[in-house]
């Protein structure tokens, strides 16, 4: 296979990965060490996200044929980029709490469930609850009603027994 045909099998991959993709992270990892990245992308794994470092210039041929070409401009320097399939929030939590600890990894910018977002929009969702998270609190505040009806009734029939 020549260089060409393999440039662009790596652009169609990475197409393929934006078109896909719930959400997508462009990172700038320059400042951290091997071992920081190791423990990143370890992480990330078991987030299920995937994390790979792609030229710039291929990065943005990609984006060409996606109509994310508004990711261009992010796409300058060392930049990795997190792909999740999954869950559209996984990527800005896990990146985002390394960022707390290595202040070296920068967040650029992302698109997450089809929206391009910035590193401001990216923070906050970093901070939402995780999916199971929501469900939780969605279903805490669905049984409140249930359960204070149920603790009046037996109020009512405790104080009938005496």
């Known amino acids: 296979m ?22 997508t992270l462009l990172v700038d990892y320059r400042g951290l060490d091997v071992s920081q990245v190791t423990e990143l992308r370890k992480q990330l794994r078991e987030a299920g996200v995937e ?6 210039t291929l990065a943005r041929r990609a984006t060409k044929e996606t109509d994310w070409t508004e990711l261009d401009q992010f796409l300058v320097g060392p930049t990795a980029i997190a792909f999740s399939e999954e869950d559209p929030i996984a990527p800005a939590k ?9 202040e070296e990894l920068e967040i650029k910018a992302g698109v997450v469930e089809g929206q391009l977002l910035e590193l401001d929009e990216l923070k906050e969702i970093a901070e939402l609850p995780s999916h199971d998270g929501l469900l939780s609190m969605l279903l805490s505040v669905l049984q409140a009603p249930m359960r ?10 405790d104080q009938k027994e005496e």
Do not use: H, M, P, W
Not at 148 to 157: E, G, H, R
């Open 51 to 56: 994390f790979k470092v792609y030229k710039n």
């Open 94 to 102: 896990v990146i985002a709490g390394f960022a707390k600890e290595n």
């Open 2 to 23: 020549g260089v060409r045909e393999e440039k662009q099998q790596i652009v169609e991959t990475i197409a393929t990965k934006l078109r896909d993709s719930k959400s």
């Open 148 to 157: 204070n009806f149920a603790l009046a009734t037996q109020a009512v029939a």
